[in-house]
């Protein structure tokens, strides 16, 4: 435990940038929910799941891939995709490769409902992060996000997920089968 004493503490500037901080982590995902319950009747993070398999290869992934795309707990997102396919949004199969694993995929169903809410939850984003901010300070914002993910992300597992040399650099830590 660090002492009291040896405790950097913030300066003004950076407790009002923290608190700022802090206050957008707490708003932005109710933000997000609110309208993607109300225009297509999923949450944001069964959003996120269903938009990762719509991303992947054939739409499909082994659940411990699609839980590491979703910085999710395997037994979280196993109770998210029996909603979703409850909904007929995604199903379950086993693993050709190993039948140990199971893999998800997105149904057409799921496919149809990514579909019909991305331009509403694009719409969002852009509403609520993006439009508030100058095109220098959208850049700035990239940055600011690559630095604290260094942090918060060292071994690149949500980084990979839109920077492809991070996904290189995930792969080449990965041990040989």
Request: glycine content about 2%; proline content about 6%.
């Amino acid at each position: 435990m660090t002492d009291r004493q040896d405790v950097a503490w913030l300066t003004e500037d950076e407790r009002a940038a923290w608190l700022r901080l802090v206050a957008i982590v707490e708003l932005l995902p109710g933000v997000l929910d609110a309208e993607l319950r109300a225009d297509a009747g999923l949450t944001h993070f069964e959003y996120f799941v269903l938009a990762m398999l719509s991303e992947a290869p054939e739409r499909t992934l082994r659940m411990t891939a699609l839980a590491q795309r979703t910085n999710a707990t395997l037994p979280r997102l196993s109770h998210v995709v029996s909603r979703l396919e409850t909904r007929q949004m995604v199903e379950r199969f086993p693993c050709p490769e190993d039948r140990r694993a199971t893999n998800a995929r997105l149904t057409p169903a799921g496919w149809d409902a990514v579909v019909a809410a991305a331009p509403g939850h694009v719409a969002t984003v852009r509403h609520h992060v993006l439009d508030p901010l100058t095109r220098t300070q959208v850049e700035q914002l990239r940055r600011i996000g690559d630095a604290l993910l260094t942090r918060l992300d060292p071994d690149r597992r949500l980084t990979s997920l839109y920077d492809p040399q991070a996904e290189d650099a995930v792969a080449s830590r990965r041990p040989a089968r």
